[in-house]
């Protein structure tokens, strides 16, 4: 069976706790942080309870994704430029591409 993968790279961070990367393959989702380090965090697959978007102001052409993990973590992405509904479509494939 093959596995598809998505991937999206978000623009520079000024905030290291927010990812600027990622990556769903197989089983596990990879996030790359904007550190000095360049700290990357895989998570399985299994461990993500919900994929969430949010605007961070209103009436924002901005929109961030969400991970929420079982255990109550949650990692954020910066802030990309989009139309909220692309930031839906881009939850929606998150959602799909876990779901495999």
């Known amino acids: 069976m093959a596995t598809a993968a998505i991937s999206i790279a978000l623009v ?8 600027t990367e990622s990556s769903i393959q197989g089983h596990q989702v990879t996030l790359r942080f ?12 299994k461990d993500v309870r919900d994929v969430l978007f ?3 102001d209103k009436g924002s ?12 973590t949650s990692f954020r992405s910066v802030a990309k430029k989009m139309p909220s ?16």
């Open 12 to 19: 520079r961070s000024s905030y290291l706790s927010e990812f």
């Open 34 to 45: 904007a550190n000095q380090a360049g700290r990357t965090t895989i998570i399985p697959a």
């Open 54 to 56: 949010g605007l961070p």
């Open 61 to 72: 052409r901005t929109c961030y994704i969400r991970l929420e993990l079982k255990d109550g």
């Open 85 to 100: 509904e692309s930031c839906k479509a881009l939850r929606s494939e998150y959602l799909s591409q876990l779901a495999q």
